[in-house]
């Protein structure tokens, strides 16, 4: 037998029974939702990766990494690396390479003064070797006995030694220093003379007493092959020409 239903039980029916309609979202609450879920999974996954990729160097270095220099030696020490942070073999390194340059500038040192003292001695001093070399150059070119056998005055020349070499012309000068019983200094020296007459040899002797700072000339003789011994400077019958004697270990005149 068929059910009765009534007219407002079949509607209700009917409405239980049917389909529901799909729903439409809204364009902008997609786009929304879609670029929310996309970041927010983009988020999730650079986290992921950056703590996956720290997590190592987190596990094998705990500390920051110290920056190493190169080792301190002999020959490569600078001294930028400051001494309490060297090792003791890098100051030992250190101590001999400084000890080496100290010892260096000592010598150069050492040696530029040597060299500057003879220099001054032997040449720069008035009373030098070199000085009285050119006085007793002087004295025999104005001479006229030494013009009558040599030339002229201008043209007579001074130099040392004989070469084997015509291109030296500082010619070594013999000469001998020595000190007598009295304390007087002796300086004698040789050299040799040319002009366009005629060529001899020079001999210079000098004296220094105790109490003098200067030497003196004792004799300046000039001697010319075939001529008489031309005497420059002589000390016979000067005042003073002859030293005197101590007396209880002084000079009383």
Same mark, same amino acid.
């Given at each position: ?18 389909? !529901? ?49 190169? !080792? ?161 400077? !002589? ?19």
């Amino acid at each position: 037998m068929a059910t009765i239903y009534k007219p407002a039980q079949a509607i209700q029916l009917l409405r239980s029974t049917a389909p !529901r309609p799909l729903s439409i979202p809204n364009k902008r609450t997609a786009r929304a939702a879609f670029s929310t879920s996309r970041n927010a999974q983009a988020t999730h996954n650079s986290s992921n990766t950056t703590s996956n990729n720290s997590a190592p160097n987190d596990i094998l270095s705990p500390h920051p990494a110290i920056p190493t220099r190169r !080792r301190v030696t002999i020959t490569n020490d600078t001294g930028a690396v400051r001494w309490s942070d060297l090792s003791p073999g890098e100051k030992a390194s250190r101590t001999v390479q400084q000890s080496f340059n100290l010892t260096v500038v000592l010598v150069g040192i050492l040696f530029t003064g040597t060299v500057g003292y003879y220099l001054f001695s032997d040449i720069i001093s008035p009373n030098s070797k070199t000085a009285y070399f050119n006085r007793a150059t002087t004295l025999i070119r104005a001479h006229p006995e030494c013009q009558k056998l040599l030339g002229p005055g201008p043209q007579i020349s001074a130099h040392g030694e004989n070469s084997w070499s015509r291109w030296v012309h500082n010619r070594h000068i013999n000469s001998t220093e020595e000190t007598d019983q009295w304390g007087t200094e002796h300086l004698r020296f040789r050299f040799y003379v040319e002009g366009p007459l005629n060529q001899g040899t020079a001999i210079c002797h000098l004296t220094k007493r105790p109490s003098q700072d200067e030497w003196e000339w004792c004799e300046l003789v000039v001697n010319v092959k075939g001529a008489k011994t031309v005497w420059v400077e !002589r000390a016979e019958g000067k005042a003073g020409s002859r030293v005197a004697p101590k007396i209880f270990g002084a000079r009383w005149w």
